[in-house]
Each structure stands twice: as C-alpha cells, then as structure tokens.
C-alpha cells in the first residue's frame, strides 16, 4: 500500500486531517494522549538525534496502527541517500521526507527503500530565497518520479494553489507552520492541503490533549 493510501486509511477512520510533529522529547509522552485525534506522527531529526533510533524503533513498534513518517528532509548524493532511507525503513516508518533540490537521481535512490514525501516548499521565511522560486520545477519532478505526497506550507496559501494546479489528484499535500508559525487551522485545507501538520502548538499547551482534541474537531476529513 503506498503512503498516501495509508495515510488517507487511516484519516478516514478516525475523521482527522492532523498529523502530529514529533520533534521533542516531552512530545512522547503526549503522543499517547493524542493518539486518537491524529491521521499521521511525524518525527523529526531534532528528536533522533536526542533519543536515538532505537528508542525510535520502541515508540513506532508501540503503536502498529499509526502512520509515521520519518521528517529527516534527506538531502545528499545518492548512495548517502539510499543508506539513510533503508535505515529509516528498518526502524519501521512509512515514508520520509526527501529535499526536491538534489535531483531525480538523489531522489530516486531514497525511493528504492522508502515511499518518499517531496519537500517542494517550505514553511520558514528564508523558503522565499531560493526554494520557493524553484516550487514548480519540483512539482514536475514529483510528477515525474510518481511521488504520491509533496510539502507545501501553511503559512503560505499561494503556493499551496500552485502546488495543487500542478499536482492535482497524483499527489496529496502536507501542510506544516500552522499554528505557532502564523498558519491558520483548516486555511491550508480550503487552499488545496489534505493534512494540516502541527507541534508545538500542541506540546507548549497547559493542556495538549485538550488543545489537540479541539483542534481535531476543525480539521475533519469527512464534512
């Protein structure tokens, strides 16, 4: 089953557009209490790179019906490529997150061992320097490789359209910065977004399952 019928499996089940970012410590304990609002858990280096991937591997092999994508945004030549992604496949994710600006060749070579989630945009104010110029040139490239998931920002509804013309039903579109970062709930999703990405405005809560809960009541996916 590739990434995004999983992904959508699992949204239409519990009626959720809201992936989880997983990016700290304090977020695992958390993970538990959310667990029904969310479509997806994605976790990040900054979290890997704390706890190590074996206790990575524990918090996967903990939930066996959850989505998990691994956000290490992989950016290097092929062969490195290739490793990272066949040891993310080992610690049990679904798919990982791959930078569009490395080429075909780099990307391909992560899709020999995972479903790959195509970083054609970016959240962060310094995307519009260089890789926000080059958003329609990745967006070919996802078309090319059969990508089935590509990263568009919240924070910036125009390039979700654009994102969505090119694209249309090959590819569905994870939307992070919504939240702490400025992007208003369920605004990437009238844009085109299928999934609205959150974390810290989750962790950082008094109360992250009462936050989570009322956020997964305006991220429905079935309306």
């Known amino acids: 089953m590739k990434f995004s019928e999983k992904i959508l499996k699992r949204a239409a089940e519990i009626n959720s557009r809201m992936i989880f970012n997983l990016d700290v410590e304090k977020g695992i304990a958390i993970l538990d209490e959310i667990y029904p609002y969310i479509a997806a858990c994605k976790i990040?280096?900054?979290?890997?790179?704390?706890i190590g991937m074996n206790e990575i591997k524990r918090i996967i092999e903990q939930y066996p019906d959850m989505v998990f994508i691994a956000d290490f945004k992989i950016a290097d030549i092929p062969h490195t490529n290739e490793v990272l992604?066949?040891?993310?496949?080992q610690l049990g994710f679904d798919a990982i997150t791959?930078?569009?600006?490395?080429?075909?060749?780099a990307v391909m070579a992560v899709q020999k061992n995972l479903d790959v989630i195509l970083v054609v945009a970016m959240s962060h104010e310094g995307a519009k320097e260089f890789i926000s110029k080059n958003t329609k040139k990745f967006c070919e490239l996802a078309?090319?490789?059969?990508?089935?998931?590509?990263?568009?920002?919240?924070?910036?509804?125009?390039?979700i359209k654009t994102v969505k013309k090119i694209l249309k039903a090959q590819a569905i579109?994870?939307?992070?910065?919504?939240?702490?970062?400025?992007?208003?709930?369920?605004?990437?999703?009238?844009n085109g977004a299928d999934f609205e990405m959150l974390g810290r405005t989750i962790y950082d809560a008094k109360n992250p399952a009462e936050i989570a809960?009322?956020?997964?009541?305006?991220l429905p996916f079935k309306k």
């Open 213 to 218: 809960k009322e956020i997964y009541e305006k």
């Open 143 to 159: 078309l090319n490789l059969n990508i089935d998931a590509v990263v568009a920002p919240a924070t910036r509804t125009e390039e």
């Open 98 to 105: 791959a930078q569009a600006f490395v080429g075909s060749d």
């Open 173 to 190: 579109i994870l939307s992070p910065g919504v939240g702490i970062q400025g992007g208003n709930f369920g605004d990437a999703i009238k």
């Open 44 to 50: 990040n280096r900054t979290l890997t790179d704390i």
């Open 85 to 89: 992604s066949k040891n993310a496949k």
